[in-house]
């Protein structure tokens, strides 16, 4: 069962903070770490990331169930570096075949896994501590984007967890009719193919229908829309966009020095 509920106290005081501050904060940081391929700065940036984790009122076990998706690209990450990498050079550690293992296959891998998940979880500790009404309110009033975007954007997000309850109708509606992989590899490969495609044009058939009746209750019109919440951005808010920007600048510029003095102690 997919959740998008907040799972954060509602007291922390990252946790209330604005649901556009913090999108804009996780992006700030996030997107700072892609200036360098070294993997200090995300490190770095991970260590800060889970130090601050109480503030926004997340327990580390639920954030470990949230963000284990990631763990499955990481694996893919490291299976097609093994067997594709450009740069195999550094010590040899395993080669069998195409599967070829060097200290530089595994630096590079390192680097690009701590990335992933240094990138990634500031987006996940947002949505964990954020209301959708209330990111689709503060969407409208605070970053100005078009009522028709963050309302329909919001009515989408509702969607997800029906994806899960989805795909266990169709796998349960198969098996019932004796449509069974088994223990063969290639079958499953091919049934799991073909109930993402059932699940795709099911999906595709509730945005259409879900997209006519939100025109016809006149989501569509032209005239400016009352607001019933209001979401204020304060001085706070701000301060939590500079501290992310800060942050990731020091993670950053640390990588930048340790990466100079690198060469003089090898």
């Known amino acids: 069962m997919i959740s998008i509920e907040p799972v954060a106290a509602p007291g922390a005081p990252l946790a209330r903070r604005n649901p556009v501050a913090k999108v804009a904060a996780a992006l700030v940081f996030s997107f700072t770490l892609l200036a360098t391929l070294d993997p200090v700065a995300p490190a770095i940036a991970i260590a800060l990331e889970l130090?601050?984790?109480?503030?926004?009122?997340?327990?580390?076990?639920v954030l470990a169930r949230r963000a284990w998706p990631l763990l499955l690209s990481a694996a893919g990450i490291l299976v097609t570096l093994?067997?594709?990498?450009a740069d195999r050079s550094g010590r040899v550690l395993l080669d069998a075949g195409p599967?070829?293992?060097s200290t530089g296959v595994l630096l590079t891998a390192l680097g690009l896994v701590l990335r992933v998940f240094a990138v990634a979880l500031p987006g996940v500790i947002v949505f964990a501590t954020t209301d959708p009404t209330d990111l689709a309110d503060a969407l409208i009033q605070n970053a100005k984007a078009p009522a028709r975007f963050a309302i329909g954007a919001l009515a989408a997000f509702r969607l997800v967890p029906l994806l899960g309850q989805e795909w266990q109708m169709i796998s349960m509606a198969r098996r019932a009719?004796?449509?069974?992989?088994?223990?063969?590899?290639?079958?499953?490969?091919?049934?799991?193919?073909?109930t993402a495609f059932a699940?795709?044009?099911?999906?595709?058939?509730?945005?259409?229908?879900?997209?006519?009746?939100?025109?016809?209750?006149?989501?569509?019109?032209?005239?400016p829309r009352t607001v019933a919440r209001r979401q204020r951005f304060t001085r706070a808010d701000g301060?939590?966009?500079?501290?992310a920007a800060v942050l990731a600048a020091?993670?950053?510029t640390t990588s930048i020095v340790l990466g100079s003095f690198r060469p003089l102690i090898g």
């Open 82 to 85: 093994v067997l594709f990498a």
């Open 51 to 61: 130090a601050v984790l109480p503030l926004f009122g997340i327990r580390y076990r």
């Open 199 to 223: 699940l795709l044009v099911g999906a595709i058939r509730r945005g259409t229908r879900l997209a006519v009746a939100m025109d016809a209750r006149g989501f569509d019109a032209g005239t």
């Open 239 to 243: 301060l939590l966009v500079a501290g």
């Open 177 to 194: 009719r004796g449509v069974d992989a088994g223990r063969n590899p290639v079958a499953k490969l091919r049934l799991f193919a073909s």
């Open 99 to 101: 599967v070829f293992v």
């Open 250 to 252: 020091a993670a950053l």
